[in-house]
């Protein structure tokens, strides 16, 4: 079992809509959880960071983590293209003290 | 722009070369990371350094060599590279040291091709 594992996609998406992006992680003592959105070509920059339970708002991201179910998800209000990318799961804690585990990542497509 | 500045920007190398890649900070951060990332994959962590020492090496090839000259600085020196090791490299750093809560800043990459 991969540490963290999120749907590759590609997720395609109407411009407007919601876009629900999915991560499970295996380590239970993991305790810090962001999303990194990376563009082709460029380096992953942060979008959510979350650590305890329940659900963070940012603007148009809202990030939810259920450590219980070892789940993390991020959620896309009105998607717009400029949003088109890979999205990175990334988990940190644990017995992997310091470490930052990625995901595989999620690419995102918002077609008009 | 970025916070964390990498050079240089894109390098290519021949198999017997010696290179080196720099990476600087100036938020003040004492963690100090490298990751290499190969084509529609996920970054890959190397070597981690908190407060100037190395915390994790992640069983990196020894033709990688890291070093930390201070907390600001951190290079990474490449030395008898394989076409398999072409790929992006990362410097990311961190406040307050490598773990918990601390969020990763990445540079803009550089971009490594070995011939």
């Known amino acids: 079992q991969k540490e963290v594992e999120q749907n590759s996609g590609p997720l395609s998406v109407p411009e407007g809509a919601i876009a629900s992006l999915n991560c499970t992680y295996s380590d239970r003592g993991s305790q810090s959880f962001f999303w990194y959105r990376q563009y082709s070509g460029k380096s992953p920059e942060l979008i959510m960071s979350?650590?305890?339970?329940g659900d963070k708002e940012d603007g148009r991201f809202t990030a939810q983590l259920n450590k219980a179910s070892q789940y993390v998800s991020l959620l896309i209000r009105d998607s717009q293209p400029s949003d088109s990318a890979t999205y990175l799961c990334?988990?940190?804690?644990?017995?992997?003290?310091?470490?930052?585990?990625f995901g595989q990542g999620t690419i995102l497509t918002v077609h008009p | 722009d970025t916070e964390v500045t990498q050079t240089p920007k894109h390098l290519v190398m021949g198999m017997t070369n010696k290179k080196s890649l720099k990476c600087e900070q100036h938020m003040g951060h004492r963690a100090m990371y490298w990751y290499k990332q190969k084509a529609k994959k996920p970054p890959e962590l190397m070597f981690v350094y908190s407060y100037e020492k190395l915390s994790i090496n992640e069983s990196v090839p020894s033709r990688f060599s890291p070093e930390c000259p201070n907390s600001s600085l951190l290079n990474l020196h490449l030395h008898a590279l394989q076409p398999e090791d072409s790929a992006l490299y990362l410097c990311?750093?961190?406040?307050?040291?490598?773990?918990?809560?601390?969020?990763?800043?990445f540079g803009a990459g550089s971009r490594l091709t070995v011939l």
């Open positions: 990334a988990v940190r804690g644990g017995t992997s003290y310091g470490k930052l585990t």
């Open positions: 979350i650590y305890s339970n």
């Open positions: 990311a750093s961190s406040q307050g040291g490598a773990s918990g809560a601390n969020v990763l800043t």
